[in-house]
């Protein structure tokens, strides 16, 4: 339950619970002053500010019926509870107290002594057994298929009879804990919890073995005031049944036999929760957890139908296989039919009260998690994800940084992989066959219509943090460009080719660093930068030299591009346009090795990139807008991609990425790599405060276990490996665009202008000879072109030309490019 005291952001050790209660009673509360009628409305409104809870989630699980409801368990109790969409948490959590009525009393998700099992293979639902000296409390959860309940079965066993069980809820309805109203009610003759907070509301109702209203004394109050937590912290027993609390930051609790079944019930109106609780409870426990694992069975054997079991792998792996199938099933959403969050978590939840969190849709995400989904026969799944992209995306062609289920932006950066990848979902669904009817022409049109725009620099990168030429970035839109021109017509598709090759024929004349400190003191005479500034199209590797911001930092800190490193390279091998033997990618190996490569208890991790802010601080406090990065288990997965293309075993990759998850499964976004801090429950190789599970890390999970058996990249598109298998070939062109002036042009190539709207170049050669003036055609990808007829001038020459628009005047600027000599378009600087 949430931090009930004065301060905030106290995290307790793994400890027993009874260590824990003398800790926390010994503590100031805002209770200490208040004087409260047990029977009266509960005093001490607002409450504290309330946060969420933590993201280290053991579980995450939902139904495969028509309920639209997912839940999350962390710390053995019941962590946040979305509903009627994923990307909506209503209560912050569920958890439970064990007293005897004489001062002891213990909160048991404080406790360390607790273990977890799923009751079905790969089924989200489990049972959790927290131990202690004076007692055992047995629970096993599951959600009603049918109905938008989660349902825990509770049993205190112990040898002391006046040990006695109780439930506390924190509600955050509409995803906060502003605002939210509580009441013990009598509903129909019996007694229920309810919370509101329009246009939402949820009911807790509880019956023992013969279906009898189940639930005894119980109270309301604000979080930090008059809360039941605060009424044991002070009294140490339940001494307070307020009847209201709200608005505010509230919460609930209620006494139990020690045997019973609860059921959290959520609707449009208390009384319609009341009802599905209700209904839900009307039945023994095991008849909805039977229907539960038989509809999940049901869908684990579709997909081993349609997918040959993981090869030659350790037992444990298989079962994280079955895991991540089911995290990646467990993030879909069920009114947006394709669409995904990133993770039902919110990363250092339990430090604030942060609206969006990770259950938002990134684009890029989606189709990586989509992709996973293909693996093992998800198909049909893919293709409402490709369904619901074409829905979302902009007029102009991009999608926003991420989104809100139904396509109203959270933030609304731009960032070019994220506009490519829905491009590379519907080719891969064309491999496959497997489009089922869509036509999605027009959706690729648009997307690589907005990254010719706007590329070959990005607004973003994919860590959302700088602009730039990005080698992970021009590797998917490349990849784009490829797939993407088999959806046009062949004039576009040839213009999209065009851009592919040149785009790819350049990557090492802009993202490569030479001669630096860095390549000396790693002993290499190169490698690629984390990102390159726009202006070295324009100024070349000299451009490296400038500065670029570091964000997340208290410090303010900023490096020269050319020092700055990542592993975003390897999305060049993965998807066919280097070689994995390539002398400049095992040079930068080297170098990301020596500066990201962290060797922890769980095996060797990799960090974003040098200097990263986005983790916790040095002490273990939680990232707060500035900390320290640290390493991503996802890094390590990508890392295996390569090992796989280098025709090396990635196992070791795969047992590091298990061995970083949870007990449960879940796959974190960071892993802790410094020094123990127990007080702050981080240890080396495991999971940080960061979103666990991260989806995307799931995904890649999978798809490196498939890849090892296919030899190559499950992702890697045939076409693009069919035009380059490694190597970039001779681009005929070279484009110039005024958001991507080029001041060179190697010998041999044609010299395109490219424009945002139809205009006319007039252009001559060394010195305005040979004056010629050519109308832009339209290329059907939202540009229009001017193709210079250069191919035979050589090196030393120049081309100088001038624009007007076709309504308007010469823009009166002219514009020069230099021709290479004895350098053709397929040469590289690296």
Known sequence: ??????????????????????????????????????????????????????????????????????????????????????????????????????????????????????????????????????????????????????????????????????????????????????TVAQHRGRRVLWAERSPFALALAAVDDHQQDAIGRASAGYVGASDGWQDFARNGAMTWEHL?????????????????????????????????????????????????????????????????????????????????????????????????????????????????????????????????????????????TLRYLIATQSTEGHWHQNQWLGGEPYWRGIQLDETAFPVLLAAALAERGALGGIEPADMVRRALGCIARRGPSTDQDRWEENAGLNAFTLATCIAAFVTGSAFLDRAAGRWALALADFWNANIENWTVAKGTDLAREAGVSGYYVRTAPPSVLENGPGALDEFIPIRNRADGAILKASDQVSTDFLQLVRFGLRSPSDPLVRDSLQVVDCLLKVDTPSGPVWRRYNGDGYGEHEDGRPYDGTGIGRPWPLLAGERGHYDVVAGQ???????????????????????????????????????????????????????????????????????????????????????????????????????????????????????????????????????????????????????????????????????RIEVMGDVNAGSRSG
């Open 244 to 384: 209201a609390a709200g608005p505010g930051n509230i919460a609930l609790m209620a006494e139990l036999p020690n045997r019973c079944v609860l059921a959290l019930g959520f609707g449009s109106s208390r009384e319609a929760a009341t009802t599905l609780a209700v209904s839900s409870l009307m039945q023994p426990f095991d008849n909805l957890l039977q229907a539960q694992l038989s509809d999940w069975e049901a869908w684990h054997r579709r997909c081993g139908e349609c997918c040959a079991s993981p090869v030659d792998v350790p037992d444990e792996l298989r079962e994280q296989f079955v895991t991540s199938t089911t995290v990646l099933r467990t993030h879909l959403d069920k009114t947006y039919p394709g669409a995904m969050v990133a993770s039902l978590s919110v990363p250092w939840g339990d430090s604030g009260n942060e609206r969006g969190g990770y259950h938002l849709v990134w684009p890029r995400d989606l189709v990586e998690c989509a992709g996973a989904l293909l693996a093992f026969g998800g198909e049909a799944e893919a293709r409402d």
């Open 649 to 815: 075993d990635p196992l070791p990759i795969l047992q590091t990425m298990a061995a970083t998850a949870s007990p449960g499964g879940m796959i974190p976004e960071q892993v802790w790599d410094a020094g123990p801090i127990p007080q702050r429950r981080l240890q080396p190789g495991r999971p940080t405060g960061s979103a666990m599970p991260l989806v995307w890390a799931h995904a890649e999970f999978v798809k490196l276990v498939v890849s090892r058996g296919l030899g190559h990249p499950l992702d890697r598109p045939r076409a693009v490996w069919e035009r380059y298998k490694g190597q970039p070939r001779k681009a005929d062109c070279a484009f110039w665009c005024p958001h991507a002036q080029i001041r060179s042009a190697p010998a041999g190539s044609r010299i395109v202008v490219a424009l945002p709207r139809p205009g006319v170049v007039r252009w001559g050669r060394d010195g305005w000879q040979a004056v010629t003036e050519t109308a832009a055609e339209d290329t059907g990808l939202g540009f229009y072109a001017v193709p210079l007829d250069t191919a035979g001038l050589r090196g030393g020459q120049y081309v100088e030309f001038a624009i007007r628009w076709e309504q308007g005047d010469w823009i009166g600027v002219d514009y």
């Open 1 to 182: 339950m949430e931090q009930r005291s004065s301060g905030r952001g106290l995290s307790l050790p793994p400890a027993d619970a009874e260590t824990a209660v003398q800790v926390m009673r010994a503590r100031p509360r805002l209770a200490d002053h208040l004087e409260p009628d047990a029977r009266s409305d509960a005093p001490g409104a607002p409450g504290i500010p309330p946060t969420w809870t933590s993201s280290a989630k053991d579980v995450v699980g939902c139904s495969l019926g028509t309920a639209r409801l997912w839940f999350t368990l962390g710390y053995g109790i019941v962590n946040e509870v979305y509903w009627p969409r994923v990307d909506l948490p209503q209560i912050r959590d569920l958890g439970f107290i064990v007293a005897d009525g004489k001062g002891f009393w213990a909160e048991v998700k404080r406790g360390s002594d607790y273990s977890l099992r799923s009751l079905g293979p790969g089924v989200p639902a489990y049972e959790i057994v927290h131990g202690h000296a004076r007692y055992t409390l047995r629970l096993r959860v599951s959600p009603d298929p049918r109905r938008d309940v989660l349902a825990l079965e509770c049993s205190l066993e112990s040898g002391e009879p006046d040990l006695r069980l109780y439930v506390l809820l924190a509600p955050h309805l509409g995803a906060t804990g502003y605002g939210n109203r509580a």
